[in-house]
């Protein structure tokens, strides 16, 4: 099938797409690419789409062309599969201009990675095809185990609209899927529901013995309060995982709305849900402060079929009010890969009408010993990469991190491709690394290390799309005594402006910025980033306009926050409501960690070679879609797919982002890869020029995974299959022995 992005009206794409920045190139050598590639661009900049509707900057939402909502995770042969609510089926039937109303969704989506920032969008599960009983496919949960047979077993419950739970199994993620039951595991029927009006949201884990456990529940139960609507429910699966082996208990939990979720930390077992909207301070009975409105909760216990065991813990993540976004529900997922823990989420950042929504991920903090989860919340930055992109590996083009005017072919789930007839279509692949670690440095900080900080100036950089007449536009910002900040700007037309205003080393904000024009002047701009003492780069994507009311200011202390709520987040900042001091304080780290800037350079010329088919050319560029052209790719393949190489290109080093760029007719893209021009020494995998018993042991290291990476993987590929296997061991074996 194809999955087709979404189309903005001309005013917003614009308002959303000048955003192009050029990240500093990590290792590069201008002269070199240029004399090695022996050519110039034939797609000029002005031809490349700026039809995109995720940031370039930014690493959230992880699909930057399609909506999706509800993510659970799971992980198998090293990937971490992901899996959402198929809003994007609902847009394709509705459109942008009314509200997801969510009755269409009948699949879901199927995503995956293992650096966290690429994602390979796999397709979608079409649950009414497996299960043709189903109203509808929401919210699935997630969980495996390797059973008897010696397979892993994929279990995906999901939410039959509101009315129960139903679930599918697998021996892979990417299926084949199938229908154990024939019906609905849970139902407003299912006796002992003890009055659960709205068995739905099911959260799913496995202990470490191997049990399973279902969690589902919203709505008022009979004889439930607003405080405690009594609907939240508990059960231990069968061991076939689709039947039951307890009775139903209650959770009791406080202010319930949805979005029941279970995790297994420590040998403790992690409830979360989703508050209602009320005000909770009102009514709190907990060792705990109360949570603001519409966030995420967590209680936890030993024993999870005892009501009366469970603790609540308080709020873990906040609404995405509350981080910048526009306010909404939520569904999260929280999952440990890789030694961290992320939280997976979603939110409006990319909506169309009003309720369209996206899946993002952010890190979070878990004290493992104390089952502690540090609140948070979302950002639009996002993760960084867990692991550079091997660019002399193959790697799937449908492996990506934005895109462009491109569309996904997910005929085959296991391969999927992009597709395009738009001319400047692109594509973008975040952090591959060329020389120099592929893991790479973390130049972050937890944010619970960060310290206050006094404001000394905001610079804002704003992209004005509409104004009607010359004006100037004042930007004023006060601090915690009340002091006007006030910047401004000459503003003669449509562009890129910057307002910077002295703060005077504030210890607190009282308004974070709202804006006047002059002359009555009628404008439109979108606050792109936000830069805090020089340093500390808030990046916003906020309009503001005076065309329309309540919409010339950045959002401040008067929308509700509770005390140490994030305002805002930035690099390595952020900003907090304190109570105390009623204000919006400043809170930073320090980066810390290298960032490879000083990886060598190449030190032999490499190609690049693309499987395409159509008839064009696809330009590779360094990390931004104008950015500095590292090769070029002519290809007339019409009716099958081809290999293709361009020329030669050399001094390339560190990690950039690679972004493909296409010209042309009927254009797919399936993979890539960079190839090395110089001779390979077989068997010399750790490339020291040698083929000795040190490569022999980096090889067998290799095979049983106590290391990820070789320095040259083909170099020990003997048979020439693309794969490594034992059979290679052998025959590197075989040739130092002579």
Not at 39 to 56: D, G, R
Request: with cysteine; hydrophobic share 35%.
């Amino acid at each position: 099938m194809k999955k087709r992005a979404f189309a903005y009206a001309a005013a917003a794409a614009l308002s959303l797409t000048l955003c192009f920045g050029t990240y500093p190139a990590s290792r590069l050598t201008a002269g070199s690419i240029a004399e090695a590639a022996e050519e110039a661009s034939t797609i000029a900049n002005s031809q490349i789409s700026t039809n995109q509707f995720k940031n370039i900057n930014y690493n959230n939402p992880i699909s930057p062309a399609f909506f999706c909502a509800d993510p659970t995770a799971v992980e198998y042969n090293g990937r971490l599969y992901l899996f959402g609510t198929n809003d994007h089926q609902q847009f394709e039937v509705k459109g942008s201009e009314v509200d997801n109303t969510y009755e269409q969704i009948k699949s879901l989506v199927v995503l995956s990675t293992d650096d966290m920032v690429n994602w390979t969008y796999h397709g979608e599960i079409h649950v009414d095809q497996v299960a043709p009983w189903i109203t509808n496919s929401w919210a699935p949960s997630i969980v495996s185990r390797v059973e008897d047979d010696g397979l892993t077993h994929f279990y995906l419950y999901f939410s039959n609209n509101g009315l129960g739970v139903g679930v599918i199994t697998a021996t892979d993620p990417l299926g084949p899927w199938t229908d154990p039951l024939g019906k609905p595991l849970i139902s407003t029927s299912t006796p002992g529901l003890n009055g659960c009006p709205n068995p739905f949201d099911p959260g799913a884990v496995i202990d470490e013995n191997g049990v399973g456990w279902l969690s589902f529940g919203a709505g008022k139960a009979p004889g439930g309060t607003d405080y405690m609507p009594g609907s939240a429910r508990i059960v231990r699966l069968g061991e076939d995982m689709v039947s039951f082996d307890s009775d139903f208990q209650n959770i009791p939990a406080p202010y319930l709305f949805e979005a029941s979720e279970l995790n297994y930390i420590n040998g403790t077992y992690v409830y979360t849900y989703n508050t209602d909207w009320s005000d909770h301070s009102k009514q709190w009975e907990y060792d705990c402060d109360p949570p603001s409105g519409c966030s995420m909760v967590y209680m936890t216990t030993k024993t999870p079929l005892d009501p009366d065991s469970w603790v609540m813990r308080g709020e873990c993540f906040q609404n995405p009010g509350q981080s910048g976004f526009d306010y909404s529900n939520n569904h999260t997922h929280m999952q440990k890969f890789r030694d961290q823990y992320y939280m997976f989420y979603h939110t409006l950042m990319l909506k169309q009408g009003s309720s369209y929504r996206s899946m993002q991920v952010d890190r979070i903090s878990v004290d493992e010993d104390t089952v502690t989860i540090t609140k948070t919340g979302g950002t639009k930055k996002g993760v960084q990469t867990i692991q550079g992109v091997d660019p002399f590996a193959v790697q799937n083009a449908a492996s990506l991190n934005n895109t462009a005017d491109m569309v996904y072919n997910t005929d085959s789930m296991q391969n999927p491709y992009l597709i395009s007839d738009a001319a400047g279509a692109w594509s973008s692949v975040r952090s591959v690394t060329f020389t120099g670690s592929r893991v790479p440095a973390q130049p972050t900080v937890d944010p619970a290390d960060y310290v206050l900080t006094k404001v000394d100036t905001i610079m804002y950089q704003i992209s004005v799309t509409d104004v009607d007449k010359a004006t100037t536009l004042s930007m004023h910002p006060s601090t915690k005594a009340g002091t006007d900040c006030t910047g401004t700007a000459e503003i003669t037309g449509t562009g890129n402006y910057t307002i910077t205003c002295d703060m005077g080393g504030a210890e607190g904000m009282s308004n974070m910025g709202y804006f006047t024009a002059s002359d009555d002047a009628q404008i439109t701009f979108t606050i792109d980033t936000m830069l805090v003492n020089g340093t500390y780069a808030f990046d916003l994507s906020t309009e503001l306009t005076n065309t329309r009311e309540w919409a010339d200011g950045l959002r401040n202390i008067w929308n509700g926050f509770s005390d140490g709520d994030t305002v805002y987040t930035g690099e390595n900042a952020a900003f907090r409501y304190s109570k105390s001091a009623d204000t919006i304080q400043l809170y930073t780290g320090e980066a810390s960690g290298e960032t490879g800037a000083n990886a060598p350079l190449l030190e032999d010329s490499a190609v690049l070679t693309a499987e395409v088919r159509g008839t064009g050319t696809m330009e590779v560029r360094l990390d931004a879609p104008t950015g500095q052209l590292l090769t070029s790719v002519s290809f007339d393949a019409p009716d099958a797919f081809a290999k293709v190489s361009g020329k030669a290109f050399t001094g390339i080093g560190g990690t950039h982002d690679l972004y493909f760029v296409f010209s042309g007719k009927n254009i797919a893209f399936r993979s890539w890869q960079v190839e090395s021009t110089a001779e390979r020494l077989m068997g010399d995998v750790n490339a020291d020029g040698v083929c000795s018993v040190a490569d022999v042991v980096a090889l067998q290291k290799y095979l049983i995974k106590q290391t990820d990476t070789l320095a040259d993987p083909k170099a020990g590929d003997y048979n020439g299959d693309g794969v490594l296997t034992g059979m290679d061991l052998v025959r590197m074996k075989r040739a130092l022995l002579g």
